[in-house]
């Protein structure tokens, strides 16, 4: 997970630089091309979230009692990874963190979601909006460790509920991102 941070903190910085660059070449005509360029990116970020998670099969509710989101699923079904894309970063990371919700979330869905966020975090650095790295890092690292999690329970090799794995990958992708060691992270 080390390698993904300092790769993600990499692109992002990338990502700033080259925003600051475009921004200087168009200094005439700015705030307007900030404005826009922020909508548009918006709007690539909810068609992106939307089409990825369209591209996800329905799963019935589970017994956990978990609020999952419906989206494109009939009654009692739910869509995993408009759960963690399309709702609340908080309410993705409570999903994740769970003991309660084993086999509700697939490794391939947790992946799915951890590429798709991946990407459209690292091309929101640079723009003109309050786009907290902190709690994206936990997100991140947590569906990286549950689908770490899920595919470990999946084959048999460990028994464990799969949110201390997100717990644990959160935990490890803060370290990597603030540069702290993870006994003062956990």
Same mark, same amino acid.
């Given at each position: 997970?080390?390698?993904?941070?300092?790769?993600?903190?990499?692109?992002?910085?990338?990502? =700033?630089?080259? $925003?600051?660059? !475009?921004?200087?070449?168009?200094?005439?005509?700015?705030?307007?091309?900030?404005?826009?360029? #922020?909508?548009?990116?918006?709007?690539?970020? =909810?068609?992106?979230? @939307?089409? !990825?998670?369209?591209? &996800?099969?329905? @799963?019935?509710?589970?017994?956990?009692?978990?609020?999952?989101? @419906?989206?494109?699923? &009939?009654? /009692? *079904?739910?869509?995993?990874?408009?759960?963690?894309?399309?709702? #609340?970063?908080?309410?993705?990371?409570?999903?994740? +963190?769970?003991? %309660?919700?084993?086999?509700? %979330?697939? =490794?391939?869905?947790?992946?799915?979601?951890? %590429?798709?966020?991946?990407?459209?975090?690292?091309?929101?650095?640079?723009?003109?909006?309050?786009?907290?790295? +902190? #709690? =994206?890092?936990?997100?991140? /690292?947590?569906?990286?460790?549950?689908?770490?999690? *899920?595919?470990? $329970?999946? %084959?048999?090799?460990?028994?464990?509920?799969?949110?201390?794995?997100?717990?644990?990958?959160?935990?490890?992708?803060?370290?990597? +991102?603030?540069?702290? #060691?993870?006994?003062?992270?956990?």
């Amino acid at each position: 997970l080390g390698v993904i941070t300092s790769l993600h903190t990499r692109a992002m910085l990338g990502i =700033a630089a080259w $925003r600051q660059r !475009v921004s200087a070449t168009l200094r005439r005509l700015q705030p307007c091309a900030r404005m826009m360029e #922020t909508v548009l990116y918006a709007a690539f970020c =909810a068609l992106l979230s @939307t089409v !990825v998670s369209l591209s &996800d099969s329905c @799963t019935k509710k589970g017994e956990s009692g978990l609020q999952y989101v @419906t989206f494109n699923c &009939d009654e /009692g *079904e739910y869509n995993t990874v408009a759960s963690l894309l399309v709702a #609340t970063s908080h309410s993705s990371v409570k999903l994740l +963190f769970s003991g %309660i919700n084993a086999g509700e %979330i697939s =490794a391939g869905s947790s992946i799915l979601a951890f %590429i798709t966020y991946f990407a459209l975090n690292v091309g929101l650095s640079g723009l003109p909006v309050p786009g907290g790295a +902190f #709690t =994206a890092t936990m997100l991140l /690292g947590g569906l990286f460790g549950r689908s770490v999690g *899920e595919l470990c $329970r999946d %084959i048999g090799l460990v028994s464990t509920v799969s949110g201390v794995y997100a717990i644990v990958g959160s935990a490890a992708m803060l370290c990597g +991102f603030k540069q702290m #060691t993870l006994a003062s992270v956990l």
